[in-house]
């Protein structure tokens, strides 16, 4: 039993290295012609689709801060990492199915539904990090584990520039947490929620056309609550090994 928890912590040990590497990237060609585009694309879009997701990313923020519908139970307590673990892909496979008919239904709607998925979309991914948190034994009651959270999401979902400046504080958080105002005020969710906004990609605006948007919600929500999670894994495994 030890051996191989010891043999998994080292294999967990190299992947989390690894995407450390990847993450840290300096902001290439590639990522700022991705960028331009996805500004021009944030042009042509309606007000009435950038308005719903600030609306729906400050309340997103101010509910994971202070509200009790995210939180999904005492933080496991005991458990080696493997075994933490595989729950902990059993729940990340869960919110994808989850994620993904939610897509689907909302963009077989068109636009109307399709704003409808933000919201109802942001839910499932928060609550997905909060059952994962827990499992890793962290107590999503306090303010700074949640904090934690939010991070974690703005690291998945922003830019190569943002993302440097996120993963430099996750790196440091237990010295970050000292310094950490214990009020909600202190937590910038502007940035948070344009960081995100700008994230979002031609997939996932394809999601608000009629027909196709059933088809490319389904898969865009899928990968995207994929993508969420393997970052969230690999944030606390920065925890445990104390990077």
């Known amino acids: 039993m030890g051996k191989n928890a010891d043999t998994y912590e080292q294999i967990a040990l190299a992947e989390m290295t690894a995407w450390l590497m990847e993450v840290k990237q300096r ?14 694309i944030n ?5 009435k689709v950038h308005q719903a997701i600030t609306y729906a990313m400050e309340k997103m923020v ?8 995210y939180f999904t139970g005492s933080p496991l307590m005991s458990g080696t990492l493997e075994e933490r673990e595989l729950k902990v892909r059993d729940v990340i496979t869960i919110y ?3 994620a993904s008919v939610e897509g689907a239904v909302t963009g077989a709607g068109g636009i109307l539904l399709g704003l409808a998925d933000l919201p109802a979309f942001l839910m499932i991914k928060m609550k997905m990090l909060f059952e994962i948190a827990r499992l890793y034994g962290y107590d999503t009651k306090t303010l700074h584990e949640r904090i934690f959270l939010l991070y974690v999401f ?20 237990g010295d970050y947490v000292g ?29 608000l056309i009629p027909v ?11 990968k ?7 970052f969230a894994m690999q944030a606390f495994r920065m925890r445990f090994f104390d990077v």
């Not at 902001?27 to 021009?40: D, K, Y």
């Not at 196709?212 to 899928?222: C, H, K």
């Not at 995207?224 to 393997?230: Q, V």
């Open 27 to 40: 902001p290439g060609v590639v990522g700022i012609v991705t960028s331009g585009a996805q500004q021009v």
């Open 43 to 47: 042009t042509i879009i309606p007000d």
């Open 62 to 69: 101010k509910a994971v801060l202070i509200g009790n519908q």
């Open 96 to 98: 994808q199915r989850t």
């Open 154 to 173: 703005k690291l998945t979902f922003s830019s190569q520039e943002s993302r440097n400046e996120t993963i430099k504080l996750l790196e440091n958080w």
């Open 179 to 207: 310094k950490y105002p214990d009020h909600i005020e202190a937590f910038d969710w502007r940035a948070f929620q344009l960081a995100y906004r700008d994230y979002l990609d031609l997939a996932k605006l394809l999601q």
């Open 212 to 222: 196709i948007g059933a088809g490319v919600g389904a898969v865009t929500n899928y």
């Open 224 to 230: 995207l609550s994929a993508k969420l999670g393997h």
